[in-house]
């Protein structure tokens, strides 16, 4: 099936109004009929057909949008933005699905039934208590970008909390790559960690073990920088 798009005269340009397909990748053209597309109309992709996961592929071009765009759009899995994601962020789009955004300068994954942009999305996260809430806390906090201070405080606030038993838990798994997530994060204290190395020195398990050393290295230097005054560049 072809896809079809429509339009109408916007500042600009034209304003996507709809879009109707059923093939999984949707690119929405630079151009319709000779005019710039520059912004997106509420429920655009309410006609898309089909049971299939889909990737919307949204030109630079468009630098505004109606937050209802993607309402009664049905799975609506990955987006593309040629342009940058504070851009994107203006849109202030809700999506139902998981959905992953990607831009030419950020991407992050999104869970279903929250604002796909921030502090939305966070504001929503530390209202929650959701499942996945500490994944996402951690992910949010180990990679901060566009984390406003306030939303890391209170996420560091919910995680301290947690994190011990997370780690705990990490350790006893033997799952290395929850452990560096939670490293990360920076939520840990140094008590915290020697009481982590403990307990995973007991438990036998090496690879855990291994990521508890490169941890404490790691910040073992980064204390010893701080200290040297050639280093940190104190006369």
Known sequence: ??????SKPAEGGVMLTGVVSNEELITIPESIEGFPVV???????RNLKGAGTRTIIIPSTVTRSEPDALDLSVNIRHIVYRGSFDTFNAFEWYSECECMVECEDFTFTFPAGHHL?????DEEMLASDMNGFDAVA????????YLSDDCRTRYLDRMRKRSMRLAQHAVTSNDPDSLIGIFDADILSDDDLQEIL???L?????????TVMSEINRRFHIS??????CRSGRP
Do not use: Q, W, Y
């Not at 912004?39 to 992709?45: L, T, V």
């Not at 942009?117 to 999305?121: D, R």
């Not at 007991?202 to 291994?210: D, F, I, L, N």
């Not at 010893?224 to 005054?229: C, E, I, K, Q, T």
């Open 1 to 6: 099936m072809a896809v079809t798009f429509s």
């Open 39 to 45: 912004s997106i109309a509420e429920r655009s992709f």
């Open 117 to 121: 942009s921030f502090p939305l999305f």
């Open 138 to 145: 951690l992910k949010r906090l180990s990679k901060p970008r």
């Open 198 to 200: 403990e307990l995973s």
């Open 202 to 210: 007991s438990s036998g398990k090496v690879a855990v073990t291994s």
């Open 224 to 229: 010893a920088r701080s200290a040297d005054p």
